[in-house]
């Protein structure tokens, strides 16, 4: 199975700040990774998929990038709304897996 | 409009088996290409794709669960079954179910379901 390895597992960050989070597969993946957001309470929401394909509805701000083993998500100007955790998902092959969360905070 | 919803019981005892409903609409599991997959998250844990169920009926489970976890479909219904046996404190989680295409990035996704393992 393809492990994913998020970092950093939490991090705090100012309003307006640009922050970025990586994920490392354990092999070459392509481009096959997604990005979601995950709210207390909330269904977890489709952010990117196809590694920097924003879903509709996304705000701009959120992007990625990257290719084969070594992926980024980025938020450009974090708002107070994008508290939440986010999870890189791959699906280059079967079984499905999904890194281990990096939680945002604001400072 | 797309819409999942779980059900299922809140509350199994250990050594019994879970069975959840994902009751599904705006969609056929009859379309080429569409997948709904069981996705679980235990408290203070990571997301874990647990099972999928493609148009074709073909089947995929999590490698760690596989001898427990039985997913079917029943397209007259617009319902996904997932069946866990053996239930463990330790699978006490909110179970989500989630739609898909064959490029397996789930678009779609229910409330979940909260599900607790306590005797």
């Known amino acids: 199975d393809i492990q994913l390895t998020q970092s950093p597992f939490s991090l705090s960050a100012s309003v307006g700040d640009r922050v970025t989070i990586s994920c490392q597969a354990s092999q070459d993946i392509r481009n096959g990774l997604n990005w979601y957001q995950l709210k207390a309470g909330k269904a977890p929401k489709l952010l990117i998929y196809n590694t920097f394909n924003l879903e509709t509805g996304v705000p701009s701000r959120f992007s990625g990038s990257g290719s084969g083993t070594d992926f980024r998500f980025s938020i450009n100007s974090l708002q107070p709304e994008d508290i939440a955790t986010y999870y890189c998902q791959q699906y280059d092959s079967l079984p499905l897996t999904f890194g281990g969360g990096t939680k945002v905070e604001i400072k | 409009q797309v819409t999942l919803r779980e059900s299922g019981p809140a509350l199994v005892k250990p050594t019994q088996t879970l069975t959840l409903t994902c009751t599904f609409s705006?969609?056929?599991?009859?379309?080429?290409?569409?997948?709904v997959s069981w996705i679980r998250q235990s408290p203070g844990k990571a997301l874990e794709w647990l099972a999928l169920?493609?148009?074709?009926?073909?089947?995929y489970y999590r490698t760690s669960l596989k001898t427990r976890l039985t997913i079917s479909k029943d397209t007259s219904k617009n319902q996904v079954v997932l069946t866990m046996t053996d239930m463990d404190p330790v699978d006490t989680a909110t179970f989500y179910c989630?739609?898909?295409?064959?490029?397996?990035?789930?678009?779609?996704w229910g409330q979940g379901t909260l599900v607790t393992v306590s005797s």
């Open positions: 169920i493609d148009w074709a009926d073909d089947k």
């Open positions: 705006g969609f056929s599991l009859t379309t080429p290409g569409m997948c």
């Open positions: 989630a739609r898909s295409t064959a490029s397996y990035y789930f678009d779609q």
